[in-house]
């Protein structure tokens, strides 16, 4: 009696089990079959207009109606986009949180060792969204007019050859220090605040060198004023077809402009990660899409979501390196 009783209190368990299991998993496989179930957030860590935003707004009206909920853009900017990212790094795994993750990301953890959050731990790569070229630009008086040419100018003048950058930190500086350590010259950096002055004074003569988005600088190379030594990029930019990419000039390193991605929380369920994937490579692949940021000087750059994870693992690596190696601290 006693054996039959432990195997009917048995059998009673493995039904109840079952029951709440089924039951769980039903709720859990019909939560995700109906996701997204209300709006999205995407946060922005830089102010409105900014690429990032502009990229945002670009595919919002595609991916809200592919998803069937809005998509609503936040900008939170501050600490180099930190801010954003830390907010939807504490988010709900959910969804309903996302990051339109910026190249920013992957350079801050070294630039700011206690930032209070890990984004390549506790942010889940999406898909990349895009590229922004960047260009080496220099005032025509440079004698040097490709890469391999500033580098023998630059041996015979250690250290008087200038470049200038939006600020100390910032990605276009490091473009510098990351030459600096891939050639073995020195070039001199001059930050400023921000990009507009460093173009005056780059067309006025009194600095030689700046890398910068494409988009920026391509008004003044047609015109003449300024010349392009190389692409910072995969491929050439169409606007320039005649200039060559760093890595076609043999400079490795210079292979990823600046980049722009999607991220959710770390642990939000897999399922949710490839709808998401899947969607946005569908609303970038419209031709109106892609119309529209390339007169943004924006390229469309999509793949899986382990692409865009090993990618930001060779960013953060890469720039570490550098702010190690050049010792540079944020103003």
């Given amino acids: 009696m006693a054996l039959l009783k432990i195997i009917r209190d048995a059998a009673a368990m493995s039904v109840i089990a079952a029951t709440l299991s089924a039951v769980g998993m039903g709720g859990w ?6 996701y997204p179930a209300k709006p999205v957030r995407v946060i922005i860590g830089f102010p409105p207009g900014t690429t990032g935003d502009v990229i945002a707004r670009v595919i919002s009206p595609r991916l809200t109606e592919a998803l069937g909920q809005p998509l609503l853009i ?3 900017p501050g600490a180099g986009s930190s801010i954003g990212a830390e907010a939807v790094a504490r988010a709900p795994a959910d969804g309903y949180t996302l990051l339109l993750s910026t190249i920013a990301n992957a350079i801050n953890p070294s630039l700011y060792p206690n930032l209070g959050f890990d984004f390549s731990r506790d942010l889940t790569p999406i898909v990349q969204l895009a590229e922004v ?3 080496l630009v220099a005032n025509p008086a440079l004698a040097a007019t490709n890469p391999r040419e500033l580098v023998a100018a630059a041996k015979l003048k250690p250290g008087e050859i200038v470049f200038a950058s939006s600020g100390t ?4 500086h490091l473009y510098g220090e990351l030459f600096n350590l891939a050639t073995g010259v020195k070039l001199t950096h001059v930050p400023y605040k921000g990009s507009s002055q460093a173009i005056t004074d780059l067309l006025a003569g009194r600095i030689g060198l700046l890398f910068s988005p494409a988009s920026t600088v391509i008004p003044h190379v ?3 004023s300024l010349k392009a030594l190389g692409v910072i990029g995969q491929s050439r930019i169409a606007a320039l077809p005649a200039v060559p990419t760093f890595a076609e000039q043999g400079i490795a390193g210079f292979e990823s402009g600046l980049w722009f991605g999607m991220n ?3 642990g939000t369920p897999r399922p949710i990660i490839e709808r998401l994937n899947q969607e946005i490579i569908r609303v970038l692949a419209l031709p109106e899409v892609r119309s529209q940021l390339a007169g943004q000087g924006v390229v469309v750059a999509t793949g899986s979501s382990e692409k865009f994870g090993a990618l930001i693992a060779a960013e953060t690596e ?3 390196r550098v702010v190690k190696s050049a010792g540079v601290k944020p103003e």
Avoid: F, I, N
Wanted: proline letters at 8%; hydrophobic letters at 35%.
């Fill in 29 to 34: 496989v019909h939560a995700q079959d109906r």
């Fill in 74 to 76: 936040e900008s939170r």
């Fill in 133 to 135: 070229p960047a260009l």
């Fill in 169 to 172: 930190g910032t990605v276009t």
């Fill in 222 to 224: 047609k015109a003449g």
């Fill in 264 to 266: 959710a929380p770390a």
């Fill in 318 to 320: 890469k720039w570490t």
